[in-house]
Nanobody, 122 residues
Framework: QVQLVESGGGLVQAGGSLRLSCAAS????????MAWYRQAPGKQRELVAS???????NYADSLKDRFTISRDNAKNTVYLQMNSLKPEDTAVYYC????????????????WGQGTQVTVSS
């Protein structure tokens, strides 16, 4: 069984920074893309950033100047550094990973963390 556990969310004032972490554990043979999504109240879940096992990154256009995604493949962990936070960044942030649980598994499977709340006060 695979688990993704996020940490690092919380309450921060506008202009502040937070660093989210997401560690994958359990039966893992390989991890392809890891990503962060967010969902604000009343809105659809949206992609924040993604990173491949080789380190290639992709960002939502509106966030690329303030957010940085990184990962530690040895620790099966992905990070999201968020700077210059704004009240509109308030959302639940979810970790996502494409994981191959076993060499016998035919395709990567999508896994999600439980989400971590980020609240930015004005």
């Amino acid at each position: 069984q695979v688990q993704l556990v996020e940490s690092g969310g919380g309450l921060v004032q506008a202009g502040g920074s937070l660093r989210l972490s997401c560690a994958a554990s359990g039966r893992i043979f390989s991890i392809n893309v890891m990503a962060w999504y967010r969902q604000a109240p009343g809105k659809q879940r949206e992609l924040v950033a993604s990173i491949t096992s080789g380190g290639s990154t992709n960002y939502a256009d509106s966030l690329k100047d303030r957010f940085t995604i990184s990962r530690d493949n040895a620790k099966n962990t992905v990070y999201l550094q968020m700077n210059s936070l704004k009240p509109e960044d308030t959302a639940v942030y979810y970790c996502n990973a494409q994981i191959l649980p076993s060499v016998l598994t035919m395709a990567y499977r999508d896994y999600w963390g439980q989400g971590t709340q980020v609240t930015v006060s004005s």
